[in-house]
């Protein structure tokens, strides 16, 4: 069964870095494209990040390009996302899923709050 866990998620002031991860189970993660979205009260989420099978091509939302990175290693079925000089804005829910349309399987999510 597939399984997703994100964790590294937390309080940090405005400015402030987190690092996030997502735990992959229960399929060959070397093959599947993986991307990140968030999602806060009232919204739907919202696609932040993609990076390829093989972590040679990746995607950003414009509102996080040049702040976040996202990276993978496939050794460890592990998903990252850097996230660097973090904004109120930010404050969201952060989950992973693999980049397939009709893929509806997600993880418990990790909360990141950016408030001072």
């Known amino acids: 069964q597939v399984q997703l866990v994100e964790s590294g998620g937390g309080l940090v002031q405005p400015g402030g870095s987190l690092r996030l991860s997502c735990a992959a189970s229960?399929?060959?993660?070397?093959?599947?494209?993986m991307s990140w979205y968030r999602q806060t009260p009232g919204k739907e989420r919202e696609l932040v990040a993609g990076i390829s099978s093989a972590g040679r091509i990746t995607n950003y939302a414009d509102s996080v390009k040049g702040r976040f990175t996202i990276s993978r290693d496939n050794a460890k079925n592990t998903v990252y996302l850097q996230m660097n000089s973090l904004k109120p804005e930010d404050t969201a829910v952060y989950y992973c899923?693999?980049?397939?349309?009709?893929?509806?399987?997600w993880g418990q999510g990790t909360q990141v709050t950016v408030s001072s």
């Open positions: 899923k693999r980049r397939v349309v009709a893929d509806l399987t």
């Open positions: 229960g399929f060959t993660f070397s093959v599947y494209g």
